[in-house]
């Protein structure tokens, strides 16, 4: 199949916005996915300084209970980080 170079161009261009799109949508969704586990990490870490009781706690998260210091502490860590 012989392309012509208008044409070889506009697929070119037509890779690098898909691309671009493709790249700005994952990067878009890590930061939700980051929003969302830090906001669920605080929940849990004030839950646990009230004095909830763990089981509690884990059922309302929909894990088991001793996940529970794992989701609060990734809280801590990126705080760290950041």
Do not use: C, F, W
Request: glycine residues 4%; charged residues 35%; positive net charge.
């Amino acid at each position: 199949m012989a392309l012509t170079k208008e044409e070889a161009e506009r697929l070119l261009r037509e890779v690098k916005a898909t691309s671009d799109r493709s790249r700005d949508a994952k990067e878009e969704a890590n930061r939700i996915v980051r929003e969302a586990a830090e906001a669920r990490g605080n929940a849990v870490q004030a839950a646990l300084d009230a004095g909830l009781p763990r089981e509690l706690i884990a059922v309302s998260a929909g894990v088991h209970r001793n996940l529970l210091y794992r989701i609060a502490g990734k809280t801590s860590q990126q705080k760290k980080r950041n």
